[in-house]
């Protein structure tokens, strides 16, 4: 995806509220080089934003005449209105090795044993996985094909089979859960049901009062 941005000059809080009084937002680019202060219409960038792969792919921004290619790293938006504060992007070559979250884009569960035959429900536990890999090899998203899945079967991180030079970030020894298989809720009742109950133990009653003064 190709977008305009425009060099800015003025910085501080007073610039950039009249930035976005003008229907501009404030920015800035870094990586490679020194950081450029750059502005962006909130329009074009307001709906940019809600495009998945604006998200998750490089980017090419087109500034002062010369295209580069960058990643968006972060972006502010105001409390309750509609309206982009800041941007951040960061500035890459296909050399640049980088971590980013890519959407997961789920295929297949619908011809599964586990809903087809057995009619397991399937949850999308994950949409997004981050991963590691060379610029030049970021995907836009990860297709996952859910038609294997079997009853009783979870899906986790370590079971994807991600392309080449791709791998998932790994936090410890966690192997996140991307997609869990229930049991229909039929068969959770009657195991319920099944199982076996174990009745409290007798409370012995307590004499009454007058039975203990005819004891007396």
Not at 51 to 80: C, T, Y
Not at 141 to 167: C, W
Not at 196 to 203: D, G, I, L, N, Y
Request: hydrophobic letters at 40%; aromatic letters at 6%; glycine letters at 6%.
């Amino acid at each position: 995806m190709r977008f305009t941005a425009f060099e800015r000059t003025q910085q501080g809080t007073g610039a950039s509220r009249r930035l976005r009084d003008a229907a501009k937002v404030p920015g800035i680019v870094y990586g490679a080089g020194t950081p450029k202060m750059i502005e962006l219409d909130h329009n074009a960038l307001f709906f940019a934003l809600k495009k998945e792969a604006f998200h998750s792919s490089i980017l090419e921004m087109e500034l002062a005449g010369a295209v580069q290619k960058v990643l968006l790293r972060d972006f502010q938006m105001h409390p309750w209105k509609q309206q982009v504060l800041h941007v951040d992007f960061q500035r890459i070559d296909e050399t640049t090795r980088l971590r980013k979250k890519v959407p997961l884009h789920f295929s297949g569960e619908e011809n599964s044993a586990a809903v087809k035959t057995d009619k397991c429900l399937v949850s999308h536990v994950a949409n997004e996985l981050e991963v590691e890999c060379l610029a030049s090899q970021l995907p836009e998203f990860v297709p996952i094909d859910l038609s294997g899945l079997v009853k009783g079967q979870s899906l986790h991180a370590s079971n994807l089979k991600l392309p080449a030079g791709i791998k998932a970030v790994k936090r410890g020894t966690l192997d996140p859960v991307i997609v869990s298989v229930a049991l229909p809720r039929a068969e959770e009742e009657e195991a319920a049901v099944a199982a076996p109950v174990v009745a409290a133990p007798e409370k012995k009653a307590k004499p009454k009062k007058d039975e203990k003064q005819n004891r007396k």
